[in-house]
């Protein structure tokens, strides 16, 4: 079975430039997650969805985030304009929806580096 | 709220040796349990959960967790590591509020030593 998949792996954009990173969930799977993972900040939740609506987008760190989720089997998170301090490895992760305490599956991530 | 606080940054532990990985949780209500593994350049896999029932968790690739409620404290064990698992190791807390929030701890280091 395919896992979550992100694209793309590695990133590499010049500050003020528009970011798009992509996630396609398990098939199936009714919550979302971004989240953002950094060394000195360790893994951050940013916003997830469940069946395609945002729930809690209270960790996006500011407007220049947003988040989206036109379907089931796919999200985007943008970053606009970008800005060094974003450089982070950043991860899609989706889990079902029919029990609590289901687990989460991870995505390989997307490392952004915004020189 | 809920919380976890993972004590270690970093363990080194010389291969074949046995490991514990700390974590404590705070929540006010039921919680769920969850260690997650981190390979270098990959996203978190599931190792082990608790969701009730036996207070002692088998996962995979050998590690135990055990539950213990009065001390709020979820510990990760393994009797004999191998440097396969020189990872980064989370801990991670989920609530019984009916939505898939988790929060997790800010990881632990396992570096295992030839």
């Known amino acids: 079975d395919a896992g979550v998949i992100q694209s793309p792996r590695h990133e590499v954009t010049e500050m003020g430039q528009e970011v798009t990173l992509r996630c396609k969930p398990i098939s199936g799977h009714d919550y979302l997650f971004w989240y953002r993972q950094t060394m000195m900040r360790g893994l951050e939740l940013l916003i997830y969805?469940?069946?395609?609506?945002?729930?809690?987008d209270s960790g996006m760190p500011e407007d220049r985030f947003s988040a989206k989720m036109p379907n089931a089997s796919f999200s985007t998170l943008k970053i606009q304009p970008s800005e060094p301090r974003d450089s982070a490895v950043y991860f899609c992760?989706?889990?079902?929806?029919?029990?609590?305490?289901?687990?989460?599956?991870f995505g390989d991530g997307t490392r952004l580096s915004i020189l | 709220a809920q919380s976890v606080t993972q004590l270690d940054s970093q363990v080194p532990v010389f291969e074949e040796a046995p490991v514990e990985l700390r974590c404590n949780y705070s929540?006010?209500?039921?919680?769920?349990l969850f260690w997650y593994v981190q390979y270098p350049n990959q996203g978190l896999q599931l190792l082990l959960k608790?969701?009730?029932?036996?207070?002692l968790v088998k996962g995979i690739n050998g590690f135990e967790a055990e539950f213990n409620k009065s001390q709020t404290s979820f510990h990760l064990r393994k009797p004999s590591v191998h440097i396969s698992d020189t990872a980064e190791y989370f801990c991670a807390v989920s609530d019984s509020g009916g939505y898939q929030k988790v929060t997790f701890g800010t990881g632990t280091k396992l570096q295992v030593i030839p």
């Open positions: 608790y969701l009730s029932g036996s207070t």
């Open positions: 929540s006010s209500v039921s919680v769920y």
């Open positions: 992760a989706s889990s079902p929806g029919a029990e609590v305490g289901q687990p989460q599956h």
């Open positions: 969805f469940n069946n395609n609506v945002p729930i809690d």
